[in-house]
């Protein structure tokens, strides 16, 4: 694709020129450490480290004796979780559940996000503000409208009756995976927009004139140029929906019923209403796993750096 | 990073940081309903000589910071009343636990909270761990106050390390309208016949519990055996059940609604449903009811005992009592407390007009590490069956 617009890296030997000829090797370094010390303490302190603290403790034989102690390995935990074969299904139910929460939500917000990059003209911040004014709101009272929505009582059944369409309320709307998979959604969309609508801004208008004048149709030109140039901002959304997703816990309490838990709900039971931190922590380190495998895997099957140059 | 070397491909590394962040916090967005509470732990060491002097100062004077690991709701000034107006200047910072499990694994964990709040069944871990100062009751003014079975109830391997606070009742609460032929036994939970009503605690030893009633299982010596029985028996009332309720607003919310006709509960939803003029009902089963007691204790090392034996003895003083028993519905163990107790629904719902209500109550025993362990996984087992 040479026609691609200049990427940043091209413009990275003329700001190695400026940075050379404005300061000594120890200047660049300070401000090196400067800009990414804040960031990298950050994570260190709040992520990897307690990462690494779940990762010690999910090979403790129990909860018994102080936190902090001598470490004698055990995989006692590893060997419960082998053994019981419904947290495997529940992980793999969850896995599908992510997978078309994922792909529901990409398909959903690409036109949302092709309108807003080439029909929304000036107006396109507005736009934004109008699709991110939902996240103004806490997550649970969004959670709790969807339950209003989908209740017995809630306003889909009662226009249903209302209309006489049924009798009785339908109790298959709310409490359940369905229920998940469609507050999921919605709470996806506006995030997944994001990511696509970048893509799409980033394609070279002059590209569609070009197309346009060796004699592409609109769709031709959708197919060829929007759709791959697109592509890494589709992926980049349909993995941010995805990995957050397989862990998912709180819909699931909230709308899922006796039937929706996933994968997370139990990791969550394990350290809040179990005091069991090490197998909860040994569930966690194999979701983890998984879903590094999933993502390499799929960064694999599509060949990123083949898509991006 | 070196500056001449070309920088790589910068995605497979933000997808993998992304992989590890994402899926390290679950839910990303969804932090909104357990956010805990403000960490309150670090004032605790502050000013400790304030109360360890000597010649003690008079109450309003006393100056200091004590912490607490708490129930939302209980921190609430309504019920820490007396103490607040006999220690004006001590600032009391509450820290909120979710659940006795969440509130074991805190402390077990080196929470600095002085004070905590553990119930029924959750008392013997605190012990066997050293986590808990055995209380010199002695110094508390309001002791004598509190019935002997209640006395007992705080004590593990004949020491008194805990004090008794509120007491309440565990039964099938139902809706009178949806099920007039009433319930007379912990089976109905299991009842096909409000399949899609009911609503079970999200809690693997109430489970066990409500099971061992049932089959009339011995609760402190349940085999292994039992125990799978008793996941099958859960996995199939899955079926039937509507949702695991984790707070009471929830569970109340789906008696009033009329989504759930059959409950475990704990008295002080029944009373607020009544009060709301919901119709519900307060079932007596053949089996018994179940009793709980919510207990204070204190941690091991704290530099604030004297102020934390304070606060104890507050919380058994009258006007905290009557608080309980007045906004939550429940029971207190203060005795002059509950005597005093004239409102008709409020005695319907402590049983106070049932002389045999006691002899119809099973009371939790304390689990061991092992029951715990065992019967949390058997519930995770339920809720993630297919």
New interface residues.
């Given amino acids: 694709m040479t026609a691609a617009p200049s990427r940043p890296?091209e413009h990275?030997p003329q700001i190695?020129r400026i940075?050379g000829r404005a300061g000594r090797g120890w200047d660049?370094r300070a401000s090196?450490w400067m800009l990414y010390f804040p960031p990298l303490l950050w994570l260190g302190a709040f992520?990897l480290i307690p990462?690494l603290l779940m990762f010690a403790f999910s090979f403790r034989p129990?909860?018994?004796?102080d936190?902090f102690q001598l470490w004698h390995p055990s995989l006692n935990q590893y060997e419960?979780l082998i053994s019981?074969g419904?947290?495997w299904?529940?992980l793999w139910?969850s896995t599908q559940m992510a997978l078309l929460i994922s792909v529901i939500s990409v398909v959903l917000s690409y036109p949302i996000a092709y309108f807003l990059a080439f029909h929304g003209r000036q107006r396109v911040g507005f736009y934004l503000v109008l699709l991110l004014v939902p996240f103004w709101t806490?997550?649970?009272l969004r959670v709790m409208a969807w339950k209003m929505m989908l209740?017995?009582?809630g306003v889909i059944n009662s226009f249903l009756i209302y209309i006489n369409l049924i009798q009785e309320p339908l109790?298959a709307l709310l409490?359940n995976r369905n229920a998940v998979v469609i507050t999921l959604i919605y709470?996806w969309i506006p995030?997944a927009t994001l990511p696509i609508l970048a893509a799409l801004q980033r394609i070279d208008l002059a590209l569609f004139e070009a197309a346009a004048d060796l004699g592409a149709r609109p769709v031709h030109q959708f197919l060829r140029i929007t759709l791959p140039l697109s592509l890494?901002g589709v992926f980049a959304a349909f993995?941010?929906v995805f990995?957050?997703?397989?862990?998912?816990?709180?819909?699931p309490?909230?709308v899922?019923?006796?039937?929706g838990?996933m994968?997370?709900?139990?990791?969550?039971?394990?350290?809040?209403?179990?005091?069991?931190?090490p197998?909860g922590s040994a569930m966690?380190m194999i979701?983890?796993a998984g879903?590094?495998i999933l993502?390499a895997i799929a960064?694999r099957l599509i060949n990123?750096?083949d898509l991006?140059e | 990073m070196n500056p001449k070397k070309p920088l790589l491909h910068p995605l497979p590394g933000i997808l993998l940081t992304l992989a590890l962040f994402l899926s390290a916090c679950g839910g990303g967005v969804a932090t909104a309903t357990d956010a805990p509470a403000p960490e309150a732990t670090s004032a605790s060491t502050e000013e400790p000589a304030a109360t360890s002097a000597p010649t003690e100062a008079p109450a309003a004077e006393v100056t200091g910071a004590l912490s607490v690991l708490e129930w939302a709701g209980y921190d609430a000034e309504d019920f820490w009343v007396d103490f607040k107006n006999a220690y004006p200047e001590v600032t009391v910072n509450f820290e909120i636990g979710i659940s006795d499990a969440d509130i074991y694994a805190k402390m077990a964990a080196g929470n600095q909270a002085d004070v905590f709040h553990p119930y029924s069944g959750w008392l013997q871990f605190y012990v066997d761990e050293g986590l808990v100062e055995e209380i010199d009751t002695s110094k508390l003014s309001n002791w004598d106050k509190v019935s002997e079975s209640h006395k007992k109830l705080g004590q593990i391997n004949g020491k008194q390390y805990f004090i008794p606070w509120d007491i309440g009742f565990t039964s099938v609460l139902y809706r009178t309208d949806k099920i007039p032929e009433g319930v007379d036994s912990w089976a109905a939970l299991m009842d096909p016949k409000y399949a899609g009503h009911i609503s079970m605690w999200d809690d693997g030893p109430g489970a066990v519990t409500v099971s061992a009633y049932i089959h009339g299982y011995d609760e402190t010596a349940i085999t292994d055996e039992q125990l799978a029985a008793i996941q099958e028996e859960w996995i199939t009332q899955r079926d039937s059940n509507l949702f695991y309720w984790a707070g009471e607003p929830e569970l109340q919310e789906g008696m009033r609604s009329g989504d759930v006709w059959a409950a475990y509960a704990w008295q002080g939803s029944y009373a607020l449903l009544l009060g709301e003029g919901v119709p519900v009902a307060y079932a007596n089963p053949k089996e018994g009811r179940n009793s709980w007691v919510g207990f204070y204790g204190i941690r091991k090392g704290t530099e604030n005992l004297d102020l934390a034996l304070k606060f104890l003895d507050a919380k058994l003083g009258e006007a905290t009592g009557s608080n309980v028993v007045n906004l939550f519905y429940y029971g207190h163990s203060n005795q002059d407390v509950m005597n005093s107790v004239t409102d008709p629904m409020l005695i319907e719902a402590f049983g106070l007009n049932d002389p045999d209500i006691l002899e119809k109550t099973n009371f939790t025993p304390n689990l061991t590490a092992e029951q715990r362990d065992a019967w949390t996984a058997m519930w995770a087992e339920v809720k993630a069956a297919p």
């Fill in positions: 890296s990275l190695r940075w660049r090196f992520f990462l129990d909860m018994r004796g936190f419960k019981t419904s947290y299904r529940l139910t806490s997550y649970l209740g017995t009582e109790t409490y709470v995030f890494p993995f941010m990995i957050p997703t397989v862990g998912e816990y709180v819909t309490l909230l899922g019923g006796s039937r838990s994968y997370g709900n139990i990791i969550q039971d394990f350290f809040t209403k179990a005091a069991n931190w197998f966690s979701m983890l879903t590094l993502v960064a990123l750096r991006l």
